[in-house]
C-alpha cells in the first residue's frame, strides 16, 4: 500500500513540475498587421508579411517566421540583437536590442481579464512614448525574463520582467507607424534542436536601417 502511494505521489509531482516548467516548443499566431506609414495597403501587408506566424522558443533563443510573401524570419539568438532575413533579400539585417528609445510612461496588470483560446488570461497594459501595448497572458506558459534582460526591443522584457515570464496569449502593440495583433492558436510542447536558432552562413549581415 505505501509502494502505492509513493508512486501516486512521484506521479503527482512529475506532472507538476512539468506543467511549472519553462516552456519549449512551438506556438502559432494569427497575425494581424496595419502599416500606419501608407506604405502598404491592408491587402499588400496579407500579401507580403502573412497572417500567421510560427514562434519557436528555447530557453533564451527563439525564432519567428512569418507566412507571407516575404517570408520574414527573425533570429534571437540570446544575446542583444535580433537577426531578420526575408525572401529575395541577398543580407541579413540586425537591430540592436539593448538601446531602444521607447520609454515606459505608465502600466497595470488586470488579473482574469478574459478567456483567449481557451485560457483564462490577466491583462498587462503597458503606456509608452510609442503607443499602447495590450499583452494577455496566463502563466502556465512561460519562460525565465532573465534569458531576454537585453530585448528592450518591443518591450519584451519588461513585459516577461512583469508577468514573471509568461508568453503573450494574445498582443496588440499600437504604436506610431504601426499596429501588430497576435493571437494564439496552436501550442505544442517539444524539445528544439539548438541548430534551427542559428543565422543562415554566408549570408552578408548589414544594419536594419528602421534603427
Known amino acids: 500500500m505505501m509502494n502505492r502511494i509513493t508512486v501516486v505521489f512521484l ?42 506566424q510560427s514562434y519557436f522558443i528555447k530557453k533564451n533563443k ?28 541577398g543580407s541579413i539585417m540586425f537591430l540592436d536590442t539593448k538601446n531602444i528609445s ?6 497595470k496588470i488586470k488579473e482574469e481579464s478574459s478567456i483567449i483560446s481557451g485560457y483564462s488570461c490577466d491583462l498587462l497594459e503597458v503606456k509608452s512614448n510609442l503607443g499602447i501595448t495590450l499583452y494577455y497572458f496566463n ?17 519584451w522584457y519588461y513585459c516577461l520582467k512583469k508577468t514573471k515570464g509568461a508568453l503573450p496569449i494574445k498582443m496588440v502593440r499600437d504604436i506610431d507607424k504601426s499596429k501588430l495583433i497576435i493571437e494564439l492558436t496552436e ?20 544594419k536594419n536601417p528602421s534603427q
Open 102 to 107: 521607447e520609454e515606459v510612461i505608465s502600466y
Open 11 to 52: 506521479l503527482i509531482l512529475t506532472c507538476s513540475s512539468a506543467q511549472e516548467s519553462n516552456f519549449e516548443g512551438l506556438i502559432k499566431y494569427d497575425l494581424i498587421f496595419e502599416d500606419k506609414t501608407g506604405q502598404m495597403t491592408d491587402d499588400q501587408v496579407v500579401q507580403f508579411m502573412g497572417d500567421s
Open 139 to 155: 502563466s502556465s506558459i512561460k519562460v525565465n525574463p532573465e534569458d531576454f534582460q537585453n530585448h528592450h526591443y518591443g518591450l
Open 187 to 206: 501550442l505544442e510542447r517539444k524539445e528544439l534542436a539548438s541548430e534551427m536558432f542559428e543565422i543562415p552562413k554566408g549570408v552578408p549581415i548589414v
Open 62 to 89: 527563439y525564432k519567428s517566421i512569418m507566412n507571407g510573401m516575404l517570408e520574414v524570419t527573425q533570429y534571437y539568438t540570446g544575446n542583444d540583437t535580433i537577426y531578420s532575413e526575408m525572401n529575395g533579400i
